[in-house]
């Protein structure tokens, strides 16, 4: 079955524009959940989404924020771009379940100039 | 969720057998601990799980303490595509994963 689809998969904006990223679970996963990742911090969580609903959230400003629809599909965005937003974004899917493995998507890279 | 301490870098030989360490001293009786990998270039990748009990799947072995308070993943034949950042989490009653910094594998032709 398909993995876990994230696009773009790079992107360059500019300092004060805002982004928004796209994930698209695997089929029949209802759990989608975000992390930023960079050299200095490694990889952190966003927040997560079960059936549109954030369950999670992690430690990061307001600027980001996301959604999930009701096919699972999941986009964040983040407004007001710094250039420590610069970044890879992962996005995860999973049943719900923590017995069972969360999918990683290969990311998007931001670069904020 | 529990913090976790791994080594930051280990080596090993091709098709020899690689022991990870990872300690969690103050995990809860109902966290799982789960290890992942991330190759160069990609998102993380699920190794293998457990609660209590010893683990194995096709990839790894996961050796728990008996008291939970550390485990070790264990590579049988280390191969070239093991190399890789290898990440010990000990998962509470979320989806969340929290990452440590990980260890990081490299393995020698």
């Known amino acids: 079955k398909a993995g876990v689809t994230q696009t773009p998969r790079y992107l360059i904006k500019t300092r004060g524009q805002q982004v928004t990223l796209s994930c698209s679970p695997i089929?029949?996963?209802?759990?989608v959940s975000w992390y930023q990742q960079t050299p200095g911090q490694g990889l952190q969580f966003l927040f997560e989404?079960?059936?549109?609903?954030?369950?999670n959230k992690g430690n990061f400003p307001g600027r980001f924020s996301g959604r999930q629809f009701s096919n699972s599909r999941s986009e964040m965005n983040v407004s007001t771009l710094e250039l420590g937003d610069s970044a890879l974004y992962l996005c995860?899917?999973?049943?719900?379940?923590?017995?069972?493995?969360?999918?990683f998507g290969q990311g998007t890279r931001l670069t904020v100039v | 969720d529990a913090k976790t301490t791994q080594p930051n870098s280990m080596e090993s030989n091709e098709e020899e057998p690689v022991h990870l360490p990872c300690n969690h001293s103050t995990i809860s009786g109902t966290d799982y601990i789960h290890w992942y990998r991330q190759l160069p270039s990609q998102g993380p990748e699920y190794v293998i799980h457990?609660?209590?009990s010893n683990v194995n799947n096709r990839m790894a072995s996961l050796a728990i303490a008996e008291d939970r308070k550390s485990s070790t993943l264990i590579l049988h034949r280390a191969t070239l595509r093991d190399a890789a950042v290898y990440y010990c989490i000990a998962q509470g009653g979320s989806e969340k994963l929290v990452f440590g910094k990980g260890t990081k594998l490299t393995v020698n032709p």
């Open positions: 089929s029949g996963h209802r759990s």
């Open positions: 995860a899917s999973s049943l719900a379940d923590r017995y069972t493995e969360a999918f």
């Open positions: 989404y079960f059936s549109e609903t954030q369950r």
């Open positions: 457990g609660l209590t």
